[in-house]
T-cell receptor, first 110, second 117 residues
């Protein structure tokens, strides 16, 4: 099973760019990488998903190197409302099973 | 698009009692998941349905937990009897989950917070 490793926590200030890196050394050929955001008392919310190179949407960018053993979620110009837990997931080949790690607690300060 | 609906929002029960949680996924989502999230931890998959069939229930404590998804739409998760360590948030999620490739993200409900005293 592909396992992910992320920093437990990160601090940042409003307006800064935040990069959260996730390691997934055992990622399989058909696995996608997905990031979720979770606020207290809410379920995780899909942020972005990618397979290789770079993916960008209105919320974030996802950078995946050629070996795909890691990925970096980039949040441009964070605000206080970006304070949350961010999870990196790697889907098991076949697409029917994913495992959440402990996530990265991002705290954005004014 | 309506989201994933879950009820109740909160539940407090005594140990050894039974409890049931309900989930209504997004219309058209064939895959439904139940997760358990203990405070401070990431969600842990309990069971996954594809339509009304079980795809994976390897982490479901089957001596006390049960789940069903009648007609491939709504789902119910039951705990009987509850233990103190079952105190957690129970999250339901659904997805389109492509054919053999994970192309779509999950959409989660807000969860049911269970406290067992």
């Amino acid at each position: 099973l592909a396992k992910t490793t992320q920093p437990i926590s990160m601090d940042s200030y409003e307006g800064q760019e935040v990069n959260i890196t996730c390691s997934h050394n055992n990622i399989a050929t058909n696995d996608y990488i997905t990031w979720y955001q979770q606020f207290p008392s809410q379920g995780p919310r899909f942020i972005i998903q990618g397979y290789k190179t770079k993916v960008t949407n209105e919320v974030a960018s996802l950078f995946i190197p050629a070996d795909r053993k890691s990925s970096t979620l980039s949040l441009p110009r964070v605000s206080l409302s970006d304070t949350a837990v961010y999870y990196c997931l790697v889907a098991i080949t076949g697409g029917f099973k994913t495992i959440f790690g402990a996530g990265t607690r991002l705290f954005v300060k004014a | 698009e309506a989201g994933v609906a879950q009820s109740p929002r909160y539940k407090i029960i005594e140990k050894r009692q039974s409890v049931a949680f309900w989930c209504n996924p997004i219309s058209g989502h064939a895959t439904l998941y139940w997760y358990q999230q203990i405070l401070g931890q990431g969600p842990k998959l309990l069971i996954q349905f594809q339509n009304n069939g079980v795809v994976d229930d390897s982490q479901l404590p089957k001596d006390r937990f049960s789940a069903e998804r009648l007609k491939g739409v709504d789902s119910t998760l039951k705990i009987q009897p509850a233990k103190l360590e079952d105190s957690a948030v129970y999250l339901c999620a659904s997805s389109l989950a492509g054919q053999g490739r994970f192309q779509y993200g999950y959409t989660f409900g807000s969860g049911t917070r269970l406290t067992v005293v």
